[in-house]
Nanobody, 114 residues
Framework: VQLVESGGGLVEPGESLRLSCAAS????????MGWYRQAPGKQRELVAT???????NYKESVKGRFTISRDNAKNMVYLQMNSLKPEDTAVYYC?????????WGQGTQVTVSS
């Protein structure tokens, strides 16, 4: 299983970014996918998840600003992030789980600063 994130960068508060995660090595459509983030000195935290039936959950602080979506034909999962805040600064990771095994991407840095 390979997960490769892209789309991070440096933006000012209030701006937007779209993260992408390309998955390979799995039957993508049957797996729940998630985005996590880890800020310096903090634990990794769940940002959003989307199941195979597109049931979606968000961390409370990103509701209304972030949107997770998936394209099963392309084996891709996305995280549209709007109205970004400095506290959203973190490395963002794509995640999936197969049985008891967790799989992570390498992460993409998102920095929100003026």
């Amino acid at each position: 299983v390979q997960l490769v994130e892209s789309g991070g960068g440096l933006v000012e508060p209030g701006e937007s970014l779209r993260l992408s995660c390309a998955a390979s090595g799995i039957i993508f459509s049957i797996y729940a996918m998630g985005w996590y983030r880890q800020a310096p000195g903090k634990q990794r935290e769940l940002v959003a998840t989307i199941t195979s039936t597109e049931t979606i959950n968000y961390k409370e602080s990103v509701k209304g600003r972030f949107t997770i979506s998936r394209d099963n034909a392309k084996n891709m999962v996305y995280l549209q992030m709007n109205s970004l805040k400095p506290e959203d600064t973190a490395v963002y990771y794509c995640h999936t789980r197969f049985g008891i095994h967790d799989f992570w991407g390498q992460g993409t840095q998102v920095t929100v600063s003026s």
